[in-house]
């Protein structure tokens, strides 16, 4: 079951009250299952470790929650009932595997506290593992249409002239109900890449049978608008307008990227502002894989966190190709006393 943050619109800003004023989210899912030895060579990507290895999610959501993260979310990123259909099984065993992915998360938080309890540490830490009792969210993964497509459509946003506000609502009801239906403390609609699919989340929010919150991560490869050449600060504007939006921000996006993102969508929004960038390499979607050229390392990458919140962001997290011990360094950068702004 959820940790009941509720589906106020201040719910988000409850939270971050109750977590010292800033949250930590967690890092990239599909590098850490590929490092604890999952193959993930498949368009339905980490998705696949539902039927394959769902052990391997739980520690890796464990590895996440031990390294300070307050925010884990689940492996639901690219799987759909229309991907778990093309692999030849029924909507039902589709709907059970998105269901079993918020499972899976919820288990590895319940574990994680019974850690907690039995070493009852003042100061939360041993052998550098944060084991901390403290508010925990978990947040359900729904990735872009382009996510689906598996063709790398999400890091461009166009879907084509055929693609209408209906398909991409049609596309996505299903998944979105069963998620909410499963026990998550909310969604979170990642890698947006337009204003189209924005719209789409925020109208199916409203829809009878959601009862949870969202979160809206668009991504951005320029700085100033959303993958696809739509404007953020028009993207983050639905997100603003709508209701059960809880917190606004930008995932899977260079670092070097994010301060004037963070900036513009400061303009626009009253809630809680997210940003979970990525390593700073590009993804290739005809060789399928990261190509190492522009990356930044932890170091760097953390040196930036403290910038971000001044800014404006107060949850920070990592996406593809960050680690464990990226979410370590933020972790550190956010909940130090001496660095808190609490304490000035
Ligand atoms: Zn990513």
């Known amino acids: 079951m959820g940790f009941g943050i509720g589906n106020s619109s201040s719910a988000m800003t409850d ?36 039927i394959s290895s769902p052990h391997l999610i ?3 959501h464990l590895d996440y929650l031990e390294a300070g993260a307050d925010i884990i979310i689940t492996a639901s990123y690219q799987a759909t009932i229309q991907g778990f259909e093309s692999k030849g099984m029924s909507r039902d065993e589709g709907e059970a595997l998105l269901k079993r992915s918020v499972e899976i998360a919820c288990e590895a938080r319940d574990t994680y506290y019974e850690r907690c309890a039995e070493h009852h540490l003042s100061e939360g830490i ?8 403290r508010p925990i969210l978990v947040a359900a993964s729904v990735g872009s249409y382009g996510a689906y497509l598996a063709d790398g459509s999400e890091y461009d946003g166009n879907y084509g002239d055929a693609v209408t506000l209906s ?64 404007s953020v600060i028009e993207c ?16 899977c996006t260079p670092p070097r990227f994010i301060r004037g993102l963070i900036l ?50 107060s949850l920070i997290g990592g996406c593809c190709r960050t680690t464990p011990n990226t979410i370590k360094a933020i972790y550190k950068t956010l909940k130090s006393p001496a660095d808190s702004p609490s304490q000035l």
Do not use: M
């Open 58 to 60: 739980k520690t890796v």
């Open 126 to 133: 041993k052998n550098d593992k944060i084991l901390k009792k």
């Open 236 to 251: 983050a504007s639905i997100a603003e307008s709508c209701e059960k939006a809880i917190a606004v921000g930008i995932n």
């Open 264 to 313: 513009s969508i400061q303009k626009v929004t009253t809630k809680p502002i997210l940003i979970y960038p990525n390593s700073g390499e590009t993804y290739d979607p005809d060789r399928k894989q990261w190509v190492q050229s522009t990356g930044v390392s932890d170091e760097d990458f953390v040196s930036y966190v403290s910038k971000w919140r001044e800014y404006g962001a």
């Open 15 to 50: 939270f971050l009250r109750q977590s010292g004023g800033y949250a930590v989210i967690d890092g990239g899912l599909a590098t850490e299952l590929e490092r604890h030895g999952a193959d993930l060579n498949d368009p339905l990507w980490s998705a696949k470790c539902l």
């Open 167 to 230: 398909t991409l609502k049609e596309f996505h009801r299903r998944r979105v109900q069963v998620l909410a239906e499963a026990g998550p403390d909310l969604i979170a609609f990642e890698t947006i890449p337009n204003k189209l699919e924005a719209q789409a989340f925020a109208e199916l929010l409203e829809e009878d049978g959601i009862n949870i919150p969202a979160w809206f991560a668009f991504n951005s490869k320029d700085g100033v608008n959303v993958v696809s050449g739509d």
